[in-house]
C-alpha cells in the first residue's frame, strides 16, 4: 500500500462525492447539487467586458478564485468549468479541457503539439479508431507516424529521433491490456529528450480511459497529457458522449485555442450528467467492478474453452509484477480494473457463435460495443472496434473477446458467460464453419 491520496485534506472518495467547497464558476453556497447552465450565449454589462473574455480566455487555466468572464458556450461555460476542475484534480495536472468525444480529445492533445514534418511514435496496440487518426488521417497531413512495442522501454529509444515530438500510448491497452511502464517510459524519453531546446521536446500522451484515475495516475509517474473518453468509465452510465485532456499550464492554453477553433465542445448538459453522476460514483463503481472482475477472470482461467485471459489482478498475468506497481487506487491498494480481454479455444469455439450466443441468449451480458458502464458490455475486437486493423496484425486475435464488468452479480455474469461457452460449442460441433 503507498500513500493515501487526499484532496484539500479530505479522502478523494469524499471530495468525489461533494466537490470543491467553494469555486468562482459558480454559487456553491445554495446548491447542493451543481447547477446545469444551458446558455449559449452570455450578457455583457459592457463592451470592455465582451472584450476581456475573448482576450483573458486563454489564460483561464486555474480556478483563481475570481469569476471568469462568460461570454459564449464554446469559449467557457460554468457546469463544464466544474467538471474540468474535478478532472484535473483527480488527475494531478495543473488544468483539463474537455470535449465532445474521447477522438476529439485525443485529436485535439495532439493536434495542439504536432506540425507537418513532425513524427510520433506509439504503441501498436491502441483503441481502433486512434489507430485510424493515425493511418488514415496523419499520413496526410505530413506527420509520420511510428509504431513499436513500448511494453519494452528500451525499445523507445530505438523508435525515436529528433522530429519525434510525441510518445502516444494506453496502458492497460484496449483491447488486449498489455501494460506500459510509466516511470521507465519517462526515463527513455528523458535521456532521448536532453539538450532539445523546451519547445521541441517530445511529450508523453496517455489513454487513461481504461484504468480511470482511480486505478492509475499518469501523470505522478512522468506523463505530459492524459486523455480520456468520458464516454466510458468517467461517465459511468452510457448516457452521455464526452472527453478531456488533462495537462500542464503550457499546453492548456493551446487546448483551450484548438477547442475554440475546431469546435469540439462538451455539451453542458452532458457535462452535468458526467460530475453529478460518473463523478460522484466513481470509487464505488469501480471497487464493485473489479471484485467482480477478479471473480470473472478466475472463472474464465478455468474454463476449458478458453485459451487464455488477461485480467491484471490474476496472478498469472505476464505483467503482473508492474500491475501491482502502477495500479494503485486513491488509499495505495492494488486496482486491476474492470476490464477483462480472454481468447476463445477456436478450435472448438467459433468467436461470431459465441457473440450470437450472448446477444440471444444471455441477460446479464450485453453484446455491445462501448465500456465502463452499469450493464456488463462484451464485445469482439477483431470483428467490432479493432476491425479497422490489417488482419492477425499488431497481436491480438480473431478468437479475442473483450468484457467490460458492470454491477451485476457476479454469479449471474459467470452463469451467462457458461451457458454462452456452451451453446457455442455445441453449435460448433455441430455446423462447423468454414
Ligand atoms: C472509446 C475510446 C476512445 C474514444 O472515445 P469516444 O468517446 O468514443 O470518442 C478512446 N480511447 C479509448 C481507450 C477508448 O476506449
Given amino acids: 500500500m503507498r500513500g493515501r491520496r487526499r484532496i484539500r485534506d479530505h479522502t478523494v472518495a469524499t471530495w468525489l462525492v461533494h466537490g470543491p467547497p467553494r469555486s468562482a464558476k459558480w454559487d456553491f453556497a445554495h446548491h447542493v447539487v451543481p447547477p446545469l447552465s444551458s446558455s449559449t450565449t452570455y450578457r455583457l454589462d459592457s463592451?470592455?467586458?465582451?472584450?476581456?473574455?475573448?482576450?483573458?480566455?486563454?489564460?483561464?487555466v486555474r480556478d483563481t478564485g475570481e469569476p471568469p468572464v462568460y461570454v459564449y458556450d464554446r469559449l467557457h461555460e460554468p457546469t463544464r468549468g466544474l467538471l474540468e476542475g474535478a478532472l484535473a484534480e483527480l488527475e494531478g495536472g495543473d488544468a483539463c479541457v474537455s470535449f465532445a468525444t474521447g477522438m476529439a480529445a485525443i485529436s485535439a492533445a495532439l493536434g495542439s503539439v504536432l506540425r507537418t514534418g513532425d513524427r510520433l511514435l506509439a504503441?501498436?496496440?491502441?483503441?481502433?479508431?486512434t489507430h485510424s487518426l493515425f493511418t488514415n488521417w496523419y499520413p496526410r497531413q505530413g506527420i509520420e507516424v511510428d509504431r513499436v512495442d513500448l511494453r519494452d522501454p528500451a525499445s523507445l529509444a530505438r523508435g525515436i529521433d529528433e522530429r519525434t515530438r510525441v510518445v502516444y500510448l494506453e496502458t492497460p491497452a484496449n483491447p488486449n491490456l498489455d501494460l506500459i511502464d510509466l516511470a521507465a517510459i519517462a526515463r527513455a524519453l528523458a535521456k532521448a529528450n536532453t539538450g532539445r531546446p523546451p519547445e521541441r521536446k517530445a511529450l508523453i500522451v496517455v489513454d487513461n480511459t481504461f484504468a480511470t484515475p482511480f486505478c492509475q495516475r499518469p501523470i505522478?509517474?512522468?506523463?505530459?497529457?492524459v486523455v480520456h473518453s468520458l464516454t466510458k468509465n468517467l461517465g459511468g452510465f452510457g448516457t452521455d458522449m464526452g472527453g478531456a485532456v488533462v495537462g500542464p499550464e503550457a499546453n492548456v492554453r493551446d487546448l483551450l485555442l484548438y477547442r475554440k477553433d475546431f469546435g469540439g465542445v462538451l455539451s453542458s448538459?452532458?457535462?452535468?450528467?458526467?460530475?453529478?453522476?460518473?463523478?460522484?460514483?466513481?470509487?464505488?463503481?469501480?471497487?464493485?467492478?473489479?471484485?467482480?472482475a477478479r471473480k470473472v477472470a478466475a472463472f474464465l482461467e478455468a474454463h476449458p474453452l478458453v485459451e487464455r485471459v488477461a485480467y491484471p489482478g490474476l496472478d498469472s498475468f505476464p505483467q503482473a509484477d508492474l500491475a501491482r506497481r502502477q495500479m494503485l487506487d486513491f488509499d495505495g491498494d492494488f486496482a486491476p480494473g474492470n476490464m477483462i480481454y480472454f481468447v476463445l479455444d477456436e478450435a472448438k469455439v467459433d468467436p461470431v457463435r459465441f457473440g450470437d450466443a450472448i446477444a440471444a441468449e444471455s441477460y446479464s451480458v450485453t453484446l455491445a460495443v462501448s465500456l465502463g458502464h452499469a450493464k456488463t458490455l462484451?464485445?469482439?475486437p477483431a470483428a467490432m472496434t479493432h476491425s479497422c486493423y490489417?488482419?492477425?496484425?499488431?497481436?491480438?486475435?480473431?478468437?479475442?473477446?473483450?468484457i467490460s464488468i458492470g454491477l451485476e452479480s457476479p454469479k449471474d455474469i459467470c452463469r451467462d458467460l457458461s451457458r454462452a461457452l456452451e451453446a457455442s460449442r455445441r453449435r460448433s460441433a455441430a455446423r462447423p464453419r468454414a
Avoid at 504503441?123 to 479508431?129: A, E, P, R
Avoid at 505522478?220 to 497529457?225: K, Q, R
Fill in 378 to 380: 462484451l464485445e469482439l
Fill in 220 to 225: 505522478e509517474l512522468g506523463a505530459d497529457l
Fill in 123 to 129: 504503441h501498436t496496440v491502441l483503441y481502433g479508431c
Fill in 47 to 60: 463592451v470592455e467586458r465582451g472584450t476581456r473574455g475573448f482576450t483573458d480566455f486563454g489564460a483561464l
Fill in 390 to 402: 490489417e488482419k492477425g496484425a499488431l497481436g491480438f486475435e480473431r478468437g479475442g473477446v473483450r
Fill in 269 to 292: 448538459k452532458s457535462a452535468w450528467a458526467i460530475l453529478v453522476y460518473g463523478v460522484s460514483t466513481l470509487t464505488l463503481r469501480l471497487k464493485r467492478q473489479q471484485y467482480t
